[in-house]
């Protein structure tokens, strides 16, 4: 697999991150990897101490440092800022999956479809009547997009996303494997005998330099729009709920849920698994934590955390109150007995 | 994509949804909105005060409203029930995926599988022997329909959908992308070195008006059945274990997960998120709150909630006592101290 | 659909399962069952009275019972131990999912891929550059093998799985289908104005012997690997974030969350809907219950339960005692009643 991969002396790679190399110049790095990797091609970063004692306990061929740390068992590039080199770093060795110009000859498109001329479709991909596919957007193999769904310039589609009908993708996105975005909202009305279907007829709409996770799932609204906002990324598993209105630059953990015409603001943050209840209005700039339920509206910008949520600190602290339960229960059953006794004195 | 949609002046809409037209009977609207929808070619429906103050103060461009309400600023259509008109409004407006008739030229088709005349197969689906396709069922591109396999009269199968092996879905169904039918259900057998692998060769079936959505799994059982009843719907991301027995008509919104042999009764109703442990009994008519646990048989009818699920106005109030718990702990130290003091006294 | 299941008489079975047959040697069975089946040509188990009872109860056609056990009712084999006879029945009642040999005209193998010949690829496969696949493996319709990704020998990938990208899979694993290997890992760095993507470089690594449920995902490592360990067994909709290395012969039931660059031991077991947040430690031999959240370390074997986990019994009391807090708290609002009113007498 080697012969695909790139690979840089210390030197060259010295100049490219705008740092020095304490010696070495020829050695060879292949890749990025964590400091407690044993890959001896491989190049990790260290910001502190700790972090390089790690990397010197492991069989990592060489080290990015700050100016303020030293090596003396490994070769090292310094640089001023060791994480954002190493973030550079990866985007040089990323490597995008494979897919050729133009409309592989098994993907169908159907006539009245638009796909631009700069843009990549897989195998086996379907495109139904009325999509637009825009400028340098790849659509891997086996993925469907529906009737009227629109994909923006330099999105991608991973492979085996499902769009189902007049689902708006914005420019710059990414939609990771399994996703499916547009199935029916869960909407249902009970007839006295049974659950009667209440017909999905809306639209789902993600802004532009969104992210969606593999598997996860955004229903189409009721009526209207389910909304995913410009620069909002959610994780792998999370569920969108129809009509929810999500907002900007957000960041949804995984296996977060978020239920039916909720109205969340721009710039929140949910850790794993969280859990909001339907029509729950949430403001900007809320941060949640991981595990948390939301099962009423929080209407001050912070951070929240617990089962209901509640400001974060407070909220850690009745989390870790939790196991004291039972040790309460018998000092208040000891106190009920010795105030029966005062009692019985008095 | 205007071109395909729907329109309706007021008046036309009046007249099938049985209501009179105040003025403007030569609007035209083309879609159902929320009443909170900017869309002028839309129309809403309020049935109080403060949802229509909510459109008045958005851009929709009608209403339909009850006889008690009445609207000087938008156009609006006047019936007995707004939410069923409404409903039926919906399913008027509603636009099926797109499939042409038989069996799509790149489907494949095992010769000894039956597809009837009046079925639709798309794009690249894979149906395996003994499988059977009854009439009017539509089964989307990319979906596999295992071997005998059943999928019953008018019923759909959205695209990216797996059938593993011996599953039958009923009449009348629908079945959300990404869900993925008879899996092996999760059974090992730790043999003192390592977890050995419990043959599964059971099945599953779903009764007839089921709904399974987009993403969700149910596995196949270890021997016999895993059921979903008659008219079930399942959420997103739902995961139904190995013999698990569902009954009819219930709900389980999304991210519920059953635990294997779980038997739970009819016209049950799941918040998201809910836990069921293995081998548990649910009664019929129980109703359990949004990301509830259910560690013991709930052997009555009735509402439920919590960690663990109680009777649901039990289970609220002490859901909301956990954030008190930090308080309560330094009440109990006071009290500790004072008797302390009190016991000195006397 | 009969056809093509097997049939056994019971003497023709007993003699396969070395035990004795009690009476109608000649009576046909057809498939294992559960006791409580109606199945008559089903095959139950019971090890115990109340099993028996349930079986007597129902309409199966025959049992498996242990020397001390005795049916009046039914035909039954005699074996030293039910279960495993009936596990050797399972095992010879299971049918493999349909695949032809060799490649399946309609795959697209990329002439730099390899493909064992004693390796069977699906319908409508596709097979990037730089894939291998080894010997004897089933690779199901519709399935995406990445650049550079690794299916070892008698490795089943089913129908609908995606491997992004230098995914590695072990020998003899399982792969269910909707499953999603080497997505992107979930990091992002907030610049102060939007989160900018962490390019993700890194590799996904499944040990031999190991399983991936339904839906599930695993995330490919920011730099590095992301690991799951020989023999261990995920089921369906379980994510593993980017970085995580989980060790062999453990067991994580449905929809469990394993946050990013966890470390967890080997021979783990979580019950359903865990959650274990971001760079946690957890050692060998820890048993986690289900529901269980890990906001920290567990650095001792032995079992956990809650939120937050704690050894599983203290765990569970203070889990049960949960539904008790409102009646506590009115307990103690007496206790500080019944203190003043001692306060001011003395």
Known sequence: MEKSSPAWTLGELAEILGGTVS??????????????????????????????????????????LPHSLRSNLKPAIYVEYPRLAYGKLLAMSQRPLPIGPGIHPTAIVHEEAYVSESASIGAYVVIERGARIEDRCKVFAHSYIGEDCLVGNDTTIFPNVV?????????????????????????????GKRQVKVPQVGRVEIGDDAEVGANSTVDRATSGTT???????LDNLVQIGHNVQLGKDGVLAAATVIGGSSKIGDRVAFGGQCAVSDHIVIVDDVTIGGTSGVPSDLLAKGAYFGRPAIPAAEGLRAYLSVPKLPDMLSRIRVLEKKIRELEDKS
């Open 23 to 64: 010696s070495h110049p020829h050695y060879i790095v292949r890749r990025p990897v964590p400091a407690d990797s044993d890959d001896p091609e491989g190049i990790a970063f260290c910001e502190s101490e700790p972090y390089l004692d790690r990397a010197h306990a492991h069989g990592v061929g060489a080290l990015i």
């Open 163 to 191: 769009l189902y009908q007049e689902v708006s993708i914005g420019n710059r996105c990414i939609v990771h494997s399994g996703a499916v975005l547009g199935a029916d909202g869960f909407g249902f009305m009970w007839d």
């Open 227 to 233: 909304t995913v906002g410009a620069g909002t990324k």
